[in-house]
């Protein structure tokens, strides 16, 4: 029997824009930061030269890195504020890894970006093997005061895609990390995941999904794999190797994979920003709106939504 499941704002997913409006009565922004963390797979740790996909620390665009925390977070705000009216924001701390150093170094840049009254959540991304201990500690102490989201990066169960990829964490290392993030009560899980990786099947991309869900995440984040200029992955793509998503074929991975999800997880997102004069493929990824728009049409022409399928 078809399970149905609507979001209070009339959607067929339970998107992260309307679990925010029903938590704080008004549509609350995330201000994407910098905060001039490295990252192992860059530093020479375990890689250099960073995933082959990522482009300085797969810094969002409209960063300024070269400002203070609290200059980018003044600034995002001001931009959001002109442009939207926004007026409550979510610090982001989403360029490179944002849990790799010293807990008296993560807790002096987190509480850098909270002290602002009109700053109501903390998102972190990280990768799965620099959560310390002392990290989880600190987010959760975070979590007690403010709606705190930790984002990790696991992007394929396959450990031979992200050997790949260079990427040098395995799936053994993302569940155990995930397992210890989840005794903090106070901290909500999202986990990052890129469809279209290099050699990966649908069949693939489907275990992955299949094994996520099953575990005890609260948010997942979606988004094909950009072609970026002057990474390793351009440089792949010169060379001829490149498969790159169609846009319906997208938009059909995604509904199947949207039935699977089970309605309690919040999706953070299903598509990717990149900036424009930087991304070579896929050029139809800059036009959200409308790629959003089809999933939305594609679920309500099968009739089905967010968990319809979820086991
Ligand atoms: S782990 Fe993140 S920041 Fe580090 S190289 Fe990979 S994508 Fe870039």
């Known amino acids: 029997m078809m399970r149905l499941y609507m979001t209070q704002l009339g959607s067929p997913y339970r998107s992260y824009n309307d ?4 938590k704080f009565g008004e549509k609350v922004y995330k201000v994407s930061l910098d905060a001039g963390f490295d990252c192992p797979n860059r530093d020479g740790t375990l890689a250099v030269g960073g995933c082959t996909y990522c482009d300085e620390g797969s810094r969002a665009p409209g960063i300024k890195p070269e400002l203070s925390i609290r200059e980018q977070l003044l600034d995002g705000m001001e931009r959001m504020r002109k442009r939207y009216g926004a007026q409550k924001f979510i610090a982001y701390f989403q360029a490179f890894t944002n849990t790799y150093d010293r807990v008296d170094t993560l807790r002096k840049r987190y509480f850098e970006a909270l002290d602002h009254p009109d700053i109501v959540g903390l998102s972190v991304s990280t990768r799965p093997d620099t959560l310390s201990q002392g990290a989880l500690d600190l987010l959760d102490e975070i979590g007690q005061k403010y709606l705190t989201w930790l984002e990790i990066g696991l992007q394929t169960i396959h450990d031979k895609t992200n050997e790949k990829l260079n990427r040098w964490h395995t ?3 993302f569940e155990q990390a995930l ?4 005794k903090k009560i106070h901290l909500n899980i999202c986990v990052h995941l890129i469809l279209g990786l290099p050699g990966e099947s649908l069949e693939q991309m489907h275990q992955t999904i299949d094994t996520v869900v099953r575990l005890p995440i609260d948010g997942l984040k979606l988004h094909m794999l950009h072609v970026i200029k002057n990474t390793k992955r351009y440089e792949e793509c010169l060379k001829g190797d490149v498969p ?3 846009e ?9 994979i949207l039935e699977k999800i089970p309605s309690r997880v919040i999706i953070h997102r299903l598509t990717g920003d990149a900036a424009p004069d930087k991304l070579i493929a896929p050029r139809w990824a800059l036009e959200k709106g409308r790629v959003l728009h089809k999933i939305k049409q594609e679920l309500l022409r099968r009739r089905t939504v967010q968990g319809t399928k979820a086991t």
């Open 171 to 173: 799936y053994k290392q």
């Open 244 to 246: 790159i998503f169609e």
């Open 19 to 22: 679990y925010l409006k029903e």
């Open 179 to 182: 397992f210890k993030a989840k």
């Open 248 to 256: 319906d074929k997208y938009v059909q991975l995604i509904c199947d």
